[in-house]
């Protein structure tokens, strides 16, 4: 049986402010999820990102301690995408802020079929608090853009969203003509020799160990609960 709720028109391309109560307890209402006409789960979550030092938090998964994701969860029949956007991601994480845009809607596949839809939204992040709903079951710990793709790569879905965010290379400011003028000016292509090559092949083999690299490094980027 189909939820009440379908997606019958499309959401709203801009977010206004939206604001929810930060409650002690996180609801459990999967009975009340929003499904589209598919019957395809509609789940919703933020990306909290600190524009100054230009970094998100990702949190531990409840299934996979050692995965990390975004704050996420089912979209309800009483409340708006952005709604739950945010009550997820005070529940799972324990963050406030204010939603800036909305990344997009993207698909999370199991066994090549769409387990669910996630409308994942851009937050900007305004507060981390030490008590929330869930912050005995979660880890959350600060990544930068580079660590976060490595982190999630094996949640294809949240890579488009954060490829898509500000922390994206993409959505840097670009540097003043002249000043790029000047760098080319003092940089000049280095010839190739066999120390450059048994460099970049020393590099390659170090990929294999990027997960234990990125692990020794969020040792110290723990967020304390």
Not at 94 to 119: D, S, T
Request: charged share 30%; hydrophobic share 30%; aromatic share 6%.
């Amino acid at each position: 049986m189909m939820s009440p709720r379908q997606l019958s028109t499309p959401p709203p391309e801009e977010s206004t402010e939206t604001s929810i109560e930060y409650t002690k307890k996180a609801r459990h209402g999967h009975g009340k999820d929003v499904t589209d006409s598919h019957n395809i789960r509609q789940v919703a979550g933020c990306l909290a990102i600190d524009p100054i030092t230009r970094r998100c938090i990702l949190i531990s998964s409840s299934k996979n301690p050692e995965a990390w994701v975004i704050p996420k969860g089912g979209w309800e029949i009483d409340e708006t995408q952005e709604e739950a956007a945010l009550r997820e991601t005070w529940e799972e994480a324990g963050l406030k802020g204010r939603i800036i845009r909305k990344l997009g809607v993207f698909v999370e596949r199991a066994n090549k079929r769409i387990k669910a839809h996630h409308w994942i939204f851009e937050m900007e992040l305004y507060e981390i608090a030490k008590k929330f709903p869930e912050r005995k079951k979660r880890d959350r710990r600060w990544f930068t853009y580079e660590e976060a793709m490595l982190a999630t790569q094996n949640n294809p879905y949240i890579q488009e969203a954060i490829r898509v965010s500000i922390l994206s290379p993409a959505h840097q400011p670009k540097k003043p003509l002249q000043e790029e003028e000047a760098e080319s000016d003092l940089s000049l292509p280095p010839t190739p020799t066999s120390t450059a090559i048994t460099a970049a092949t020393a590099t390659t083999e170090k990929s294999n160990d990027a997960f234990q690299t990125l692990q020794k490094l969020m040792e110290n980027t723990s967020i304390s609960s």
